[in-house]
Each structure stands twice: as structure tokens, then as C-alpha cells.
């Protein structure tokens, strides 16, 4: 085989390799959510599992390198077609691995919700199944170096930034397929199985390079005879380099944490928000390698100069301009898109200049140090995201935490630039970080958030989420991340007093999933039942009494409990049963990870949590397209042997009601002689002149034949966890368009509520 081929070989492997691990990574994060729990703690350990295997591969792979026979190119060609192969097998292993997994630690005194030793189990059993597969993809990078450092070539010490170009480029093609098309086509667990026949095609090709090259008789020369034809560049700096490449992995990987919540109000809380700004930042660090290749080809790597550091600190503060209300852009997505590309694309592209320029510096074309380089850049890979979601975000606002990283970043670049000269540095030295700095703190200072413009709002920051309290009287709103959640609305009220009063016993326990502004807490609490309420975010229960005057007084009930916890999880490992399980998931109905709680698997999880004769509430919100609904209602009508279905009041959503035990429905005049004096209050405290048999009567007059509902469903297939239909609708085309209007029975007469 003709080795000039070699490196054109490589740069289509880990095109696919790089495409393949975005998969893997987008479909064994929502996969371990499902086993183990839509958490910060779990979403944490998933990405960084997946960063130190590999840091770990690459680092043994660049040793494994140097050892005896893997000095031959061949052996190192075959190690990387077996990787591949073994990556492949990762379909197989690791979703019936987290299956088991979650198993195990269910038998374990460590599985309750919110524990320290829950958290401990889950890393130890995600490590377990996933790290071997993100080793054999953090070990391709040595190998291939390995494997082309006997072929000739003007370019050796350049070689890493060719594989990173390729594998880059193909990273951002697999991060735009698997939020906009695959995942929708084919569900999670398509997604892998052509991903694994992507890894299969890779190792079969390569091993088939390998056999070539015996076949043809080609000699094995050593690496010590080419490299006295070929003498290899000296590798440049040392410790410098190291802490750059650490640093800018801790900063980037931050920053994009940052960006997350800082876009959310101009993307919204979908799974394409964080699509994009991933194919963003991928595509620009593509870019950045592109002009790096190809502006320096007649040079030798070099070590940047501080120039185009302190252009990169400078860059890292544009998203905190382009998220300025101020800044004049169009509405709608294209505007949100431009403040994505305008914000990350260019701080993005200079990184992508620079890592790939420090790595073949170091390298020179050498495995085992590109090897160390790329594990240590990748380390501060995982570092970031726990340092922005942990400490940062909850102390800081948004553009305070990334003027805190850019002066970080900048105090290293100053560092490493200052003792990497040759003579003792000027005062004039100091100009231009000095001057960073200084735009650093003004741009803080100057530019503002859409929080900053809302009148008399409270802002709260934790390692989930920003939330903003807003609004007075009955025009009150709760804000997630910038996104509307609910306002004070009849609606929460009836998803409690509706099942319960069909139930001809009173009920003893109630649990809430998604706590909210707490009006459906405090409506179950008014029935004198113990209530739990499950958040995912510990900012919104601490808001409580902003809502509801009476707030602190319920929650030093003993009966009224408050999780911090995803409440399918919760759900799950509880070992208690309800009479109520009240569901109302955050808007809109194609938010990011709501399908866990719209899902067959979900509903087969309460019903199996009910106790007898107990009922579970659903809302579907009234903006949810057909198909989505329709897909809500056929999971829910095949979980449950016993249905109803009633218009919320006004028309607007509806209320889908199951049970183990037949829902009998009696008059209004019954339903509203079961209410406690305090729920019935309640339940018209917005509605003044109203009884609650008069709103019971609205709600009656509202039923919906199950029959009818579920005939319709037939023509959608239930939503499944390996089938989000509503998160995932591109394909489809019908978000805003043919909203679903469930048939509602006229009145016989209007109250006026």
C-alpha cells in the first residue's frame, strides 16, 4: 500500500469517529437521565466520565506507543481498527449496563433520593459501564500518530491538527444529525445501532490497511531510520504549554455552561438550543483549525504569540454583548441564531487556532506527547463545567462568572507569556494585559441581562438554574432560565381538588411533581393531606411565599414536604404509594427532558406507585401540537385501565385522570359537598361570587369521552423514553401548527367564573 495514502485514510476516520462519539455522548446522557435521574449531580458525572476516559486513552495510548513492537506502525494501525471495533459493542453494553446498574443501587442502602451515596453509587456504576468505551475513543488519537509517524512527509510535527481538524468537523455534523434528524427517525437506540455500524465500518478498514501493508511486502523500517532522513522538530516550551492547554479546557468548557443559560431566553428550553450552540461551537473551532493548517503550512508550529491569546480573552466577552437586549438584532430564531454565531463562533474559532497550535508545538508529531497534551487540555475539559455549575453560577450572575473566567484565563496567559521570556520583563510589558483587564471590568459593568430590565423581580442563582420572581397581585410570573413556567392560574388548582374529590374516600397522601409557584402544593395541603412536593430546582420552593402569602406558614407543617430531586426519580425509588400523583411537567410541551414525565415507562412507574383506588393528573398544555398530544394521550390511555379526560376551565388544555380502579363521576352538588371547608375556599378564591359546585358543574360540562380520545390516539404511536415525538420535531414540521382542540361538550348553562 502506498503510505502517502495513510494520512488521507485517517482524516475520513475520524471524520465518522468524531461524528460517532457526539452520538454516543448525546444518547448515553439522556440514557443514564433515565436510569439515574434528570439531575445537575448525574448530567455532571456523564460528561465527566466520558472526558477522563479520554484523557485516560489518550495519555496510555501515547505510552503504549513507545513499547517494543508498537513502535511499528502496523501494530499501532491495528490497535486503532480494534479500538473502533470495541467501541462498537458500546450498543450492546451500555444501555443494558445502566439498566443494571440502576438495579444494583436500588438493592443498596445509598438509594435515596438526594444522598451523597446515591451520587456515589450512580459514578460508580455509570464509570463502570461507560468508561472502557470512552478509553478506547480518548486512545485513537496516539495510535494514529503512531501509525503515520513512519510515513514521509514535509508536515510530520503538524499531524495532530489534521487528525483534530477532521475529527472536529465530524463532531459538529454528528451533534447537528442527532438533535435534527436522527434521534426523531430512528429514537435513541436506532441512533446507536448506526452509529455502532459506523465504528464496525472504521475498525474493519482499518484493520484492512493493516493487512495491505503485509500483503505488499512493504519493509517495517524503525522509527529511529526515518527519523535520520526526516529530522523531527524539537518539541517547543514545556510546563507553559501544559498549563495553557489545562486552562483553556477548564475556561471553554465553563463558558459553554454560561452560554447555556445566557441563550435559553432568545432559543428556549429545547433540545435544539443547546444543538446549537454545541454545532457553533464546533463548527468555529473547525474553522479555527482550518486557518491555523492552512495560514501557517509553510511554517513550523509555533507557540502562539501573546497576541493571539489576549484576542482570545477579548473574544470570550462577546456573548456577554450579544445577550444585550440593547443590541439591535432581528426577532424570532434567525435573530436568537445570530446572537449564538456572533457571541461564540468568533472566541470559538480562536480557540480552535490555538489548542491544535500548542499540541503540535508540544508534539512535534510525537504520540506520547500529543498523547499527554490532549489528556491534560482534556482534563480541564472536566474540570469547567463542574467549576461554572457548582461554585460560579450560584454566586455570580451570567456575565459576572465569564469576566471572572476571562481574568483567570488572562492572569495564566500573562504567567506563562512572562516566563517563557528569554529577559526579564518591562513595565511597558504590562500595557496590554492591563488594558484586557480593564475591558474586562468595563464590559461587566457597562453591559446588562434581560433580568436587569425587569421591575421589581428576584433573581435567585443555583447549580441548576437562574430563576426570576416577577410581576404583582394575579399577574405574577416564574421564570426558569429566562423561560415563562406558570402564573397564577385556577388551572393548578383544579389538578389537585378535580381527582381528589372523585375520590369517594378521603385520600391520605398526595405527591407533586414540579412544585412551580406551589398553587397545586398548597391545593393538595388544603384537602389536609401530607403532601410532598418533588423540584428540580432549588431556587423555585424558596419562593414559596412571593406567590402565596400563606407559603411559610405550609411548609413548617409537618405534613408538607419539599424534594430537591427530578421527580421521575424521585418517583421510582420511593417506596411509598399515593392517592394523588399530580403531574403538571415545565412548559412548553417540547422543553428538553419533559418527556420523561409524559413517557409509557413513566406512567407504568406511577401506576405501580398508587395506591389502590388512588388516581394520577396530567395536564396537557392547550399550545401542544396534535401529534405530540395525541402521543401523550395513547402513552397515558395504555398505561391505565381506567381513564377520564375533562377541558380545563376556559378550554384551555386538558386534564387526563388514571387509575387501577374504575373513576365514578357523581354530580357537582357531590363533588363539592367532599371538599374540606378550607379546599373548597380554595378552590374559588379566584373566582369571587362563585360556589365550587358552580365550578364543578364548568368542569363536568367538560368531560370527554376517553372512547373518542383514544381512537384518535391510534393513528400516533405512544411516546416512549427511546421516542421523545415532542422534544424531538423538526421532521415533522408542526410546532405552532395544528394545535390540539380537544372536543369539548357545551355547557348547559354559564356560571361566569
Known amino acids: 500500500m502506498n503510505q502517502s495514502m495513510l494520512s488521507r485514510w485517517f482524516a475520513l476516520f475520524f471524520f465518522l469517529s468524531g461524528f460517532c462519539s457526539l452520538v454516543y455522548q448525546v444518547v448515553w446522557l439522556r440514557l443514564s437521565m433515565a436510569s439515574f435521574g434528570v439531575t445537575t449531580p448525574i448530567v455532571s458525572i456523564v460528561v465527566s466520565v466520558f472526558m477522563a476516559g479520554l484523557a485516560i486513552g489518550s495519555w496510555a495510548a501515547g505510552r503504549l506507543t513507545g513499547v517494543g513492537a508498537l513502535r511499528r506502525s502496523r501494530w499501532n494501525l491495528r490497535l486503532y481498527g480494534l479500538a473502533e471495533c470495541l467501541i462498537s459493542t458500546a450498543v450492546f453494553v451500555v444501555p443494558a449496563g445502566l439498566v443494571e446498574g440502576r438495579q444494583l443501587i436500588a438493592g443498596w442502602s445509598v438509594a435515596h433520593w438526594g444522598s451523597v451515596g446515591y451520587n456515589v453509587a450512580s459514578l460508580i456504576a455509570i464509570t463502570a459501564v461507560m468508561l472502557p468505551f470512552c478509553i478506547a475513543m480518548g486512545s485513537t488519537f496516539p495510535f494514529a500518530l503512531a501509525a503515520l509517524r513512519l510515513e514521509p512527509s514535509t508536515d510530520r510535527a503538524r499531524r495532530f491538527s489534521g487528525l483534530y481538524a477532521a475529527n472536529v468537523a465530524g463532531a459538529t455534523l454528528g451533534s447537528f444529525s442527532a438533535a435534527f434528524v436522527m434521534i426523531e427517525s430512528l429514537g435513541f437506540r436506532g441512533s446507536l445501532t448506526l452509529t455502532a455500524g459506523l465504528n464496525v465500518l472504521l475498525g474493519a478498514g482499518a484493520l484492512a490497511l493493516s493487512l495491505r501493508r503485509i500483503s505488499a511486502a512493504e519493509p517495517e523500517a524503525e522509527p529511529q531510520v526515518v527519523a535520520a532522513q526526516e529530522p523531527a522538530p524539537a518539541p517547543q516550551h514545556g510546563r507553559p504549554v501544559l498549563w495553557l492547554l489545562f486552562g483553556t479546557g477548564i475556561a471553554s468548557m465553563a463558558m459553554e455552561i454560561v452560554w447555556t443559560r445566557q441563550y435559553t431566553p432568545f432559543l428556549g428550553n429545547l433540545v435544539y438550543s ?442 400516533v404511536p405512544p411516546l416512549t423514553d427511546d421516542r421523545p415525538v415532542n422534544e424531538y420535531f423538526v421532521l415533522r414540521q408542526r410546532r405552532g401548527h395544528d394545535l390540539f382542540r380537544p372536543p369539548i361538550t357545551p355547557s348547559p348553562r354559564d356560571p361566569r367564573l
Not at 385556577?490 to 375520590?503: E, G, Q
Open 274 to 715: 443547546f444543538a446549537t450552540i454545541v454545532a457553533t461551537y464546533l463548527a468555529a473551532t473547525y474553522v479555527g483549525t482550518f486557518l491555523y493548517r492552512h495560514t501557517r503550512r509553510a511554517s513550523k508550529p509555533q507557540w502562539a504569540g501573546r497576541g493571539a491569546w489576549y484576542v482570545l480573552i477579548a473574544l470570550s466577552l462577546l456573548p456577554i454583548v450579544c445577550v444585550d437586549p440593547r443590541l439591535p438584532m432581528p426577532d424570532g430564531v434567525f435573530g436568537a441564531v445570530l446572537r449564538v454565531a456572533f457571541g461564540v463562533g468568533p472566541f470559538c474559532a480562536a480557540l480552535g487556532f490555538l489548542t491544535p497550535s500548542l499540541i503540535d508545538g508540544f508534539s512535534s508529531g510525537d504520540p506520547q506527547r500529543a498523547g499527554s497534551a490532549y489528556a491534560v487540555n482534556t482534563v480541564g475539559c472536566i474540570l469547567g463545567p463542574l467549576l461554572a455549575s457548582f461554585v460560579l453560577l450560584p454566586l455570580s450572575p451570567e456575565r459576572g462568572t465569564i469576566v471572572g473566567l476571562a481574568l483567570a484565563l488572562l492572569a495564566l496567559v500573562t504567567w506563562t507569556q512572562l516566563r517563557a521570556a528569554a529577559t526579564r520583563p518591562s513595565v511597558a510589558r504590562y500595557w496590554l494585559p492591563v488594558s484586557i483587564a480593564a475591558a474586562c471590568a468595563l464590559t461587566g459593568l457597562v453591559a446588562r441581562s434581560a433580568d436587569d430590565f425587569l421591575p421589581n423581580c428576584i433573581v435567585l442563582r443555583d447549580s441548576t438554574a437562574t430563576v426570576t420572581a416577577m410581576g404583582k397581585d394575579r399577574r405574577k410570573q416564574l421564570l426558569v432560565n429566562g423561560i415563562g413556567m406558570t402564573t397564577l392560574t385556577p388551572i393548578t388548582k383544579m389538578m389537585a381538588h378535580a381527582p381528589l374529590a372523585l375520590r369517594q374516600q378521603p385520600g391520605r397522601n398526595a405527591l407533586v411533581i414540579c412544585f412551580g409557584m406551589g398553587t397545586s402544593f398548597r391545593s393538595a395541603r388544603s384537602w389536609g393531606l401530607d403532601v410532598t412536593a418533588v423540584e428540580l430546582v432549588p431556587s423555585v420552593p424558596a419562593l414559596f411565599g412571593y406567590y402565596h402569602l400563606d407559603g411559610p406558614t405550609l411548609l413548617n407543617s409537618p405534613q408538607a414536604h419539599i424534594v430537591i430531586d427530578d421527580g421521575r426519580h424521585f418517583l421510582e425509588w420511593s417506596p411509598e404509594r399515593y392517592d394523588l400523583i399530580l403531574i403538571d411537567p415545565p412548559p412548553p410541551p417540547e422543553a428538553a427532558g419533559s418527556s420523561l414525565l409524559y413517557s409509557m415507562e413513566f406512567y407504568q412507574a406511577a401506576l405501580a406507585h398508587l395506591r389502590s383506588g388512588g388516581i394520577v393528573q396530567q395536564w396537557i398544555p392547550d399550545d401542544t401540537d396534535s401529534y405530540t398530544a395525541l402521543a401523550f394521550i395513547r402513552a397515558f390511555a395504555q398505561s391505565f385501565p381506567h381513564l377520564r379526560f375533562f377541558a380545563a376551565l376556559k378550554g384551555t388544555g386538558l386534564h387526563m385522570l388514571g387509575s387501577d380502579r374504575p373513576i365514578d363521576v357523581p354530580s357537582a352538588a357531590v363533588l363539592a359537598s367532599r371538599l374540606p371547608s378550607q379546599a373548597a375556599a380554595d378552590l374559588v378564591e379566584w373566582y369571587p361570587g362563585s360556589t365550587a359546585e358552580m365550578v364543578f358543574d364548568v368542569l363536568l360540562s367538560h368531560e370527554i369521552s376517553p372512547e373518542k380520545l383514544v381512537a384518535a390516539a391510534r393513528r
